[in-house]
């Protein structure tokens, strides 16, 4: 018989204002969810391991899920780093002696889970977008970068599942008072220390994971335009002007982001991590707009997960015109976002 | 004070992005219709790794760099046509299986393996590089698994860059969620890096270079080490295309200003 243990943690104290360290991040939350769902299924016992600086307290928000709470606690899990993460969910492991263990993607954990799994004898799958199954465990995830899809399932036990966020609805129970075992860690002398987040250091924060929607700019807002110059600043400008009106995401095609390299006019507040595609990230947004971008399958790949899909080229014949948006604008995109701006930040 | 680095890059070959991808052989030996004969690439966040690598090589005298690519001879032969002529670098081939759908664990075993028994590799002073995340399976683990398998314990990824310090300890940035980076200084090698982008462009091609390094390559080619890969008990059940073709409808007759209307009541609508 199958035991789950899902394995979550506090943010780093800086990453987001409201949870200060102490709260257990959203991947956790819905890493939870399917961790319920699955052991409902299944008819699994259900651990849940919280890495955080204080335990005890971050318990309070998963204490109605109904589940086994194991803790590791301590100043050194404020810090997301390899071999004290890799120590505390190992203790955890041991501990609950689990044959599944879910944790969400996070950068953190993404960082040491196989590391984990290697020192449990296990196996591990990342990216997991569902779990299937009655008497097995079925896990889908892509391959090639969001273009084949696959269903597999493993034999080997314990079998690590990295869920990919937003998957999964955030477990949402009352808060109330925890019992929470607390683990010893065996902590090795760290060699590294980290120093806190930095962010780009071209002036505006454009990637905002929780937007409603992901706005892509495309290698042609640096292009020639009609009058035969091309118009960067006004481009900039442009875009810089809907993120403030529409609270957007920027994303943008590998073509633009790489022009920085190639001593190009380039649009300032780029960086390769506004890149989606093929080598960039796939995020998840519920609305996507794209401008200037051409249907290229690379593209295609960035835009997998969002649901409601415009685009602007003026191209008729653009991929995109061919089953993957769902609406095309034929159009300068400088006049209309230009005209879009006027409406979404109109004047005094 | 330059620090003499050994830097091993593990890195993939894999279909240019630009094809159009197909499985083939069902769910029991999953691979991509054609494979063998589509145009391979260097892993595109690996590629960035060993340009990264081989800046570090450049400014720090005394280190070397290697390229440990697992692949079929033939595949890995047509690539590294193009790839020596970037940077110098060691190839250290291994013959096996292309794609994204052998287990990632048997190939990190076969990696680790080949890289423990590099000769004259000291592994106090290495630092192991590769993509955060290859373009077939994605899964970000195999350097992870190599790298416990080596012992190492300090570990980075989705790395955008390191700046070595000269007591011998680097800081790095990794991205993390938001679009920002984490900040790590770490005492020195050991250690392993899973590339993102990083801050390079592509080195252009040098004929030089490339010809000083396909006089090795081609040896090391011929003498590479076949691998078989174990499944290790990971059943494939299904693997598909998505099926998302949409009803896309062209717009072609409205002004910017009505485009924009439609656009702003698309946006604000819940």
């Not at chain 1, 905002?208 to 290698?219: C, E, I, Q, S």
């Not at chain 2, 314990?153 to 070595?164: K, R, S």
């Not at chain 2, 390079?200 to 080619?221: K, S, T, V, Y």
Request: glycine share 10%; proline share 6%.
């Amino acid at each position: 018989m199958e035991s789950i243990l899902v394995l979550t943690h506090t943010a780093l104290s800086s990453e987001t204002e409201a949870d200060s360290g102490a709260v257990l991040t959203r991947a956790s939350l819905e890493a939870l969810s399917a961790g319920i769902e699955l052991a409902a299924r299944l008819g699994a016992p259900l651990a849940i391991g919280i890495v955080a600086v204080d335990a005890q307290s971050a318990a309070a928000a998963v204490s109605s899920a109904g589940a086994r709470l194991l803790g590791v606690s301590g100043e050194s899990f404020g810090q997301p780093r390899y071999s004290t993460d890799a120590a505390a969910c190992e203790a955890l492991c041991r501990a609950a002696q689990a044959t599944i263990v879910l944790a969400p993607g996070s950068s953190r954990f993404a960082r040491v889970a196989a590391g984990i799994a290697h020192r449990l004898g296990g196996v591990i799958d990342t990216h997991v977008t569902a779990l299937a199954g009655t008497t097995t465990i079925e896990a889908s995830r892509w391959f090639y970068r969001q273009r084949v899809e696959a269903v597999l399932s493993r034999d080997a036990r314990p079998w690590f599942l990295l869920l990919d966020s937003g998957t999964h609805a955030a477990f949402a129970g009352d808060p109330a008072p925890a019992q929470v075992e607390l683990v010893a860690v065996q902590l090795p002398q760290p060699r590294t220390e980290v120093s806190g987040l930095r962010a780009p250091s071209h002036g505006a924060q454009t990637i905002r994971p929780d937007a409603k929607l992901l706005f892509v700019a495309g290698a042609g807002w640096t292009k020639k335009q009609p009058d035969g110059q091309t118009h960067v600043t006004e481009a900039a400008d442009l875009i810089l002007g809907f993120l403030r009106g529409s609270g957007a995401s920027l994303g943008s095609s590998k073509s633009l982001v790489d022009q920085t390299g190639e001593n190009q006019q380039v649009l300032p507040f780029l960086t390769h991590l506004n890149q989606i595609g093929q080598t960039g990230a796939t995020p998840r947004h519920r609305k996507g707009l794209s401008t200037c971008c051409y249907g290229e399958e690379p593209h295609v790949v960035g835009w997998r997960f969002i649901s409601e899909r415009r685009a602007i080229n003026l191209d008729p014949n653009c991929g995109w015109a061919r089953g993957k948006a769902d609406v095309v604008y034929i159009a300068n995109a400088f006049q209309v976002m230009a005209e879009l701006n006027r409406l979404l930040n109109p004047g005094p | 004070m330059a620090t003499a680095l050994h830097i091993v890059v593990c890195a993939g070959i894999v279909p240019d992005p630009l094809q159009t991808l197909e499985p083939a052989g069902g769910p029991g030996a999953p691979a991509l219709k054609n494979e063998m004969a589509l145009p391979a690439v260097l892993d595109p966040w690996a590629a960035s790794a060993l340009y990264e690598a081989a800046a570090l090589v450049a400014k720090n005298p005394g280190s070397k760099l290697w390229l440990v690519s697992l692949g079929p001879k033939a595949k890995l032969q047509q690539v590294m046509m193009t790839v020596a002529q970037k940077v110098a670098f060691e190839l250290v081939p291994i013959d096996g299986l292309i794609g994204g759908f052998p287990d990632a664990h048997s190939t990190a075993a076969v990696l680790a393996e080949t890289i423990a028994a590099l000769p004259g590799l000291d592994r106090e002073r290495l630092l192991l590089f590769g993509g955060w995340e290859s373009a077939t399976r994605g899964a970000g683990i195999t350097l992870q698994l190599v790298g416990e398998r080596l012992g190492i314990t300090d570990q980075f990824q989705g790395v955008d860059q390191i700046e070595l310090r000269d007591d011998g300890s680097f800081e790095v940035l990794e991205r993390v969620e938001g679009g920002k980076h984490q900040v790590s200084v770490c005492a020195g090698t050991p250690a392993v890096l899973g590339w993102a982008t990083g801050n390079l462009a592509e080195p252009r091609n040098n004929p030089q270079i490339g010809m000083a390094n396909m006089r090795a390559i081609m040896p090391a080619l011929q003498k590479a080490t076949p691998a078989s890969l174990e499944a290790n008990g990971l059943h494939y059940i299904s693997v598909a295309l998505p099926k998302q073709q949409r009803t896309t409808r062209v717009v072609k007759d409205l002004t910017p200003h009505e485009i924009a209307a439609e656009l702003a009541a698309w946006i604000g609508a819940e």
